[in-house]
């Protein structure tokens, strides 16, 4: 079996694939993460029955944490098996912090978080502000410290769909971008790897400053959302919030009552960057 190890963040990932080529696409594109001895998960790409392997590749995702019931995907996207994968390990099994499904991106030692439904244009959002001065912290998961209640980065790959992908291509020519995967169970897919000093500074987390529910595909408007409304979203878009049992709940209240919430509506990448600056001026 051939195998690859990363770190994101404060996690450590061992991925074991009975094909090379998903490993030596990981290997690309994570090639500037550390690549530690010692894994908090592992990750196995297997083929969905025997002859899977050779005949119409098929790829079910297997590890420490798994979906029984998950459907398998065709060896050509088994990049996006893996990042599935290591997500789900993620989802799953991390008790160390308070997961939020979540984008983030600090400045100044402090932190914008976005979360909201799959579509809403949280990782979209946040590339195109890691693009332009801000430092991207992750678009798949928040992690908040349930100590300090700061926000840790897990800066894994971005994951760019459908339309998003010529935007970022646009907006960041110089980055790198993985393979497009098309036909996915949520269309195109194409990875990106986040900018260098998202990286090189994935140990240092930050304070949140402001929560943004972003909404893609309506006239730009902004408005604010009532505590209680907040915790409710949050505990629905967080991952282990019941596994932490107090530790969660304690973690999640000092976030709701310390940090402002926005709902914003936008229908392009420039007028959210634009409402995003101009909320942000508003802290200062």
Not at 38 to 46: A, K, Q, W
Not at 138 to 153: I, K
Not at 170 to 195: C, E, N, Q, W, Y
Request: hydrophobic share 45%; aromatic share 8%.
């Amino acid at each position: 079996m051939h195998e690859f190890r990363v770190q994101v963040g404060p996690a450590a990932f061992r991925i074991g694939s009975a094909w090379r080529a998903p490993i030596a696409q990981m290997a690309e594109l994570y090639r500037d993460y550390p690549h530690p001895d010692f894994t908090d998960f592992t990750v196995r790409l297997e083929p969905a029955g025997w002859l899977r392997r050779w005949l119409r590749p098929s790829v079910a995702i297997g590890g420490d944490y798994m979906l029984p019931d998950a459907a398998p995907l065709p060896l050509a996207q088994g990049l996006l098996a893996a990042e599935m994968a290591m997500n789900l390990q993620m989802a799953l099994g991390w008790r160390r912090h308070l997961l939020l499904h979540a984008s983030a991106v600090e400045r100044d030692g402090r932190v914008l978080v976005m979360t909201g439904q799959s579509g809403s244009g949280k990782s979209t959002l946040s590339a195109l502000l890691g693009a332009r001065g801000w430092r991207f912290m992750g678009d798949e998961f928040v992690l908040l410290d349930p100590e300090s209640g700061d926000a840790v980065p897990f800066p894994r790959l971005i994951s760019l769909k459908n339309s998003a992908i010529a935007a970022m291509q646009a907006s960041a020519p110089d980055a790198r971008f993985g393979p497009l995967l098309d036909g996915t169970p949520k269309g195109d897919i194409r990875h990106m790897v986040p900018p260098s000093d998202a990286i090189a500074r994935m140990g240092q987390g930050g304070a949140p400053a402001l929560l943004l529910f972003p909404r893609y595909g309506y006239p730009g408007a902004v408005r604010e959302v009532a505590p209680g409304e907040t915790f409710m979203r949050l505990t629905q878009a967080s991952t282990n919030y019941v596994a932490l049992g107090e530790a969660g709940f304690t973690a999640l209240t000092r976030f709701v009552t310390s940090v402002p919430s926005r709902a914003i509506d936008y229908q392009s990448g420039e007028e959210a960057v634009a409402l995003v600056e101009k909320l942000w001026e508003r802290l200062a």
